[in-house]
């Protein structure tokens, strides 16, 4: 599917999309827990439905509901084969997980996915007594248990969904763990992982997100959990109303865990105020001016980040690229590729990107199947000069699957073809 989208004044409500990370936290916690947990607004994305499939697989009972999951815990890791689909959170979960059984066990997954490395995971498991293969860090992993536990390092300098992935095991193995983490990014992740854990009933301690103390033979408690709204995906729509007009957005936490909630610096640091009531944020179009600013620990801030810089005058810096070349697309090279398509220029550098705002051309992008892609080329039609026309905009539902339609809502004219 291609969309036209054309420069729009915007003006309106909109409500925060679920968030896509805490929804599969608390699908696999609630997968792994004795009795049945109430999800309350779940993300509907492309990949908290992946989640939700491979709790059904594994012997969850899932009951749906228009704002609710009721899910019977159900855990069974000797299964042949465990596709995640695209979701690269839900992949690293289950390596981890599926390490658990004594059966060999195959993960895989669809599309994009497959095409991403996922890091230097197989060697911590290696460590603490599982059988792990694969392609140099592709998928599929073939994984064969059971985790004994154990003093185990892992290298947290690609990103923390792994990480994540042995603190819910570990508690579930036999012996007690002590995780040591080098280099740890997506630290704010991390604690989001730690806060569902524990209202599922597990308790880890930790010094300095670089030594976890885990103790083995814990047991996942079924828990109520409310899912906020994601940061990542709101950060859109609150750069488009910078932009292009005036938006009010809920449903999102000021105290959040999420690591994207650090649009709202970046926003400050551009020239634009956001008032805060509640849950509730109110956004304006502002004059923008360049800005510095560490994506590091918040990598998929980079496609707003970028389109918020290129419409603000002068030269904005970005750090933390070294952090993109394994998302759905190398998000910073691809961002340089389709943004350059509308004449913004776009300099990497080490882990530097420079951004020289100003002007944003119409013009047409390819989203590389990456929903953040797609969505920042979007906003960026907002201001341009012409309209933007996005091949593949369909792929957003990765992620956000109602975000054209909330764009709709708020005025942004919009072809679809």
Same mark, same amino acid.
């Given at each position: 599917?291609?969309?036209?989208?054309?420069?729009?004044?915007? *003006?309106?409500?909109?409500?925060?999309? %679920?968030?896509?990370?805490?929804?599969?936290?608390?699908?696999?916690?609630?997968?792994?827990?004795?009795?049945?947990?109430?999800? #309350?607004?779940?993300?509907? $994305?492309?990949?908290?439905?992946?989640?939700?499939?491979?709790?059904?697989?594994?012997?969850?009972?899932?009951?749906?509901?228009?704002? /609710?999951?009721? &899910?019977?815990?159900?855990?069974?890791?000797?299964?042949?084969?465990?596709? $995640?689909?695209?979701?690269?959170?839900?992949?690293?979960?289950?390596?981890?997980?599926?390490?658990?059984?004594?059966? @060999?066990?195959?993960?895989?997954?669809?599309?994009?996915?497959?095409?991403? +490395?996922?890091?230097?995971?197989?060697?911590?498991?290696?460590?603490?007594?599982?059988? $792990?293969?694969?392609?140099?860090?592709?998928?599929?992993?073939?994984?064969?248990?059971?985790?004994?536990?154990?003093?185990?390092?892992?290298?947290?300098?690609?990103?923390?969904?792994?990480? %994540?992935?042995?603190?819910?095991?570990?508690?579930?193995?036999?012996?007690?763990?002590?995780?040591?983490?080098?280099?740890?990014? *997506?630290?704010?992740?991390?604690?989001?992982?730690?806060?569902?854990? %524990?209202?599922?009933?597990?308790?880890?301690?930790?010094?300095? #997100?670089?030594?976890?103390? &885990?103790?083995?033979?814990?047991?996942?408690?079924?828990?109520?959990?409310?899912?906020?709204?994601?940061?990542?995906?709101? *950060?859109?729509?609150?750069?488009?109303?910078?932009?292009?007009?005036?938006? /009010?957005?809920?449903?999102?936490?000021?105290?959040? !865990? @999420?690591?994207?909630?650090?649009?709202?610096?970046?926003?400050?640091?551009?020239?634009?105020?956001?008032?805060? /009531?509640?849950?509730?944020?109110?956004?304006?179009?502002?004059?923008?001016?360049?800005?510095?600013?560490?994506?590091? +620990?918040?990598?998929?801030?980079?496609?707003?980040?970028?389109?918020?810089?290129?419409?603000?005058?002068?030269?904005?810096?970005?750090?933390?690229?070294? !952090?993109? %070349?394994?998302?759905?697309?190398?998000?910073?090279?691809?961002?340089?590729?389709?943004?350059?398509?509308?004449?913004?220029? &776009?300099?990497?550098?080490?882990?530097?990107?420079?951004?020289?705002?100003?002007?944003?051309?119409?013009?047409?992008?390819?989203? +590389? +199947?990456?929903?953040?892609?797609?969505?920042?080329?979007?906003?960026?039609?907002?201001?341009?000069?012409?309209?933007?026309?996005?091949?593949?905009?369909?792929?957003?539902?990765?992620?956000?699957?109602?975000?054209?339609?909330?764009?709709?809502?708020?005025?942004?004219?919009?072809?679809?073809?």
């Amino acid at each position: 599917m291609d969309i036209k989208v054309f420069p729009s004044e915007i *003006s309106g409500e909109l409500r925060a999309p %679920s968030s896509k990370s805490q929804t599969i936290r608390a699908i696999a916690a609630a997968m792994l827990a004795s009795g049945t947990s109430q999800i #309350y607004y779940p993300s509907k $994305c492309d990949d908290a439905l992946a989640m939700t499939g491979i709790a059904e697989t594994l012997g969850s009972k899932i009951s749906s509901f228009a704002n /609710k999951l009721g &899910i019977s815990g159900g855990f069974n890791p000797n299964l042949k084969t465990i596709n $995640c689909g695209e979701s690269g959170l839900a992949a690293r979960l289950m390596i981890a997980l599926a390490s658990l059984g004594d059966q @060999q066990t195959i993960i895989t997954g669809d599309g994009t996915l497959l095409k991403r +490395h996922l890091g230097n995971i197989a060697q911590p498991l290696i460590d603490l007594g599982v059988k $792990c293969k694969t392609t140099d860090g592709y998928l599929p992993f073939k994984i064969q248990g059971p985790l004994n536990g154990g003093l185990v390092e892992a290298d947290g300098s690609g990103g923390s969904q792994f990480i %994540s992935g042995l603190l819910m095991a570990l508690p579930l193995a036999e012996n007690n763990s002590e995780l040591r983490v080098r280099s740890l990014k *997506s630290i704010p992740y991390i604690d989001m992982t730690l806060e569902v854990l %524990s209202k599922f009933g597990i308790n880890i301690q930790h010094k300095d #997100y670089k030594i976890f103390k &885990i103790n083995g033979n814990q047991k996942y408690l079924p828990a109520r959990l409310e899912i906020e709204g994601d940061w990542s995906g709101a *950060s859109f729509p609150l750069v488009a109303g910078a932009l292009a007009g005036n938006l /009010k957005i809920s449903g999102l936490n000021p105290n959040s !865990r @999420q690591a994207d909630l650090k649009i709202i610096s970046a926003l400050s640091l551009a020239g634009t105020a956001v008032e805060n /009531k509640n849950d509730e944020f109110k956004i304006g179009k502002s004059k923008l001016n360049s800005y510095n600013f560490d994506a590091t +620990h918040c990598p998929d801030l980079f496609p707003p980040l970028v389109v918020l810089a290129a419409a603000a005058k002068g030269k904005s810096k970005i750090t933390g690229v070294n !952090r993109l %070349s394994q998302k759905e697309s190398d998000r910073g090279l691809v961002l340089q590729k389709e943004m350059g398509k509308l004449g913004v220029q &776009i300099d990497l550098a080490g882990d530097e990107m420079t951004v020289y705002g100003g002007q944003i051309n119409g013009g047409t992008i390819f989203s +590389h +199947h990456d929903h953040r892609i797609a969505m920042s080329g979007a906003v960026a039609a907002l201001v341009a000069d012409d309209p933007v026309i996005i091949q593949n905009a369909e792929c957003v539902s990765k992620s956000y699957p109602g975000f054209f339609d909330d764009m709709k809502k708020v005025g942004v004219k919009m072809e679809v073809f």
